[in-house]
T-cell receptor, first 117, second 112 residues
Framework: DSGVTQTPKHLITATGQRVTLRCSPR?????VYWYQQSLDQGLQFLIQ???????AKGNILERFSAQQFPDLHSELNLSSLELGDSALYFC????????????????FGEGSRLTVL | GDSVTQMEGPVTLSEEAFLTINCTYT??????LFWYVQYPGEGLQLLLK?????DKGSNKGFEATYRKETTSFHLEKGSVQVSDSAVYFC???????????FGTGTRLQVTL
């Protein structure tokens, strides 16, 4: 158990819909990362937050947005869903803003599997 | 930009066989290198890491050596077990980035 909790574990929805994925980081971790894992693109970095502020942005679509709340949990919002958005979405946390000044380790949740029909 | 290339899977081995999973990278500067493992139904977890050239990371019988001259970080294990069946990801981080760049992953299946 990594200590990172993601909900829901599975989600099935239709094209055009909007969903919200939730992540609770490990206790004490200020930094949260979102990754998308799909069969054809591998593991893609989406976005990072540190203590409520956006720290780095990767290949995140404009239809997607994220935020980190004062209690440090984070949400990833996916809207106007398309078939190609079907993937496993991972949240990870670390105990430093860059993740590599301390242990150099990210702690991953078990992921939220999104299926768009 | 930074990138990681891993050998395609799946890799199927018999128990006690020798394992090598190749990983090469392209990066600006001097990256830190990682191997993560994803067991079925779980998230990724760090297996080992190396932060500078010629460093050897090791854990649970797995080893990888940071080779700057060949830009490689191949994962090896002398004798695999069925419990090693998982997907293995090579990853890198450079000092100017706050994210890990992952390879596409290599699925390992170990049979009795």
């Amino acid at each position: 158990d990594s200590g990172v909790t993601q909900t829901p574990k599975h989600l099935i929805t239709a094209t055009g819909q909007r969903v919200t994925l939730r992540c609770s980081p490990r206790s004490g971790d200020l930094s949260v990362y979102w990754y998308q894992q799909s069969l054809d693109q591998g593991l893609q970095f989406l976005i990072q937050y540190y203590n409520g502020e956006e720290r780095a942005k990767g290949n995140i679509l404009e239809r997607f947005s994220a935020q980190q709340f004062p209690d440090l949990h984070s949400e990833l919002n996916l809207s106007s869903l398309e078939l190609g958005d079907s993937a496993l979405y991972f949240c990870a946390s670390s105990d430093s803003p860059s993740a590599f000044e301390a242990t150099g380790e990210l702690f991953f949740g078990e992921g939220s599997r999104l299926t768009v029909l | 930009g930074d990138s990681v290339t891993q050998m395609e899977g799946p890799v199927t081995l018999s128990e006690e066989a020798f394992l090598t999973i190749n990983c090469t990278y392209t990066a600006t500067g001097y990256p830190s290198l990682f191997w993560y493992v994803q067991y079925p139904g779980e998230g990724l977890q760090l297996l080992l890491k190396a932060t500078k050239a010629d460093d050897k990371g090791s854990n649970k019988g797995f080893e990888a050596t940071y080779r700057k001259e060949t830009t490689s970080f191949h994962l090896e294990k002398g004798s695999v077990q069925v419990s090693d069946s998982a997907v293995y990801f090579c990853a890198l981080h450079t000092g100017t980035a706050s994210k890990l760049t992952f390879g596409t992953g290599t699925r390992l299946q170990v049979t009795l």
